[in-house]
Nanobody, 124 residues
Framework: QSRLVESGGGLVRTGESLRLSCAASGYSFGGNIWAWFRQAPDEDREFVAAIDLSDATNLADSVKGRFTISRDSAQNTMYLQMNNLSPTDTAVYFC??????????????????WGQGTQVTVSS
């Protein structure tokens, strides 16, 4: 059974860092884009970052300069390094796999495969 499993969330203080991981198991998901989304309470799911099979990346403006997305194809794992965190980054973070263009595919509706999410809480 194919699965996406996020890990690495937690409670940190403003300015601190976290590294999220998304491990894929089972068969190939058939997608060319791996992405991170986040969802805060009472908010829509928001695009954070994406990486494609050529390792091209796309990051939301709100995280540019602070977050880095990467992947280890041998380990079938994607990472999100989050630095200089602020309370506005507090959310459940989800990884997803989809098909599309790295620059334009940012809607959650383009990603059929999802992990269960990991909570990130940043205290002030």
């Amino acid at each position: 059974q194919s699965r996406l499993v996020e890990s690495g969330g937690g409670l940190v203080r403003t300015g601190e860092s976290l590294r999220l991981s998304c491990a894929a198991s089972g068969y190939s998901f058939g997608g060319n884009i791996w992405a991170w989304f986040r969802q805060a309470p009472d908010e829509d799911r928001e695009f954070v970052a994406a990486i494609d099979l050529s390792d091209a990346t796309n990051l939301a403006d709100s995280v540019k300069g602070r977050f880095t997305i990467s992947r280890d194809s041998a380990q079938n794992t994607m990472y999100l390094q989050m630095n200089n965190l602020s309370p506005t980054d507090t959310a459940v973070y989800f990884c997803a796999v989809g098909i599309g263009n790295i620059r334009t595919t940012t809607s959650p509706h383009s990603f059929p495969s999802w992990g269960q999410g990991t909570q990130v809480t940043v205290s002030s």
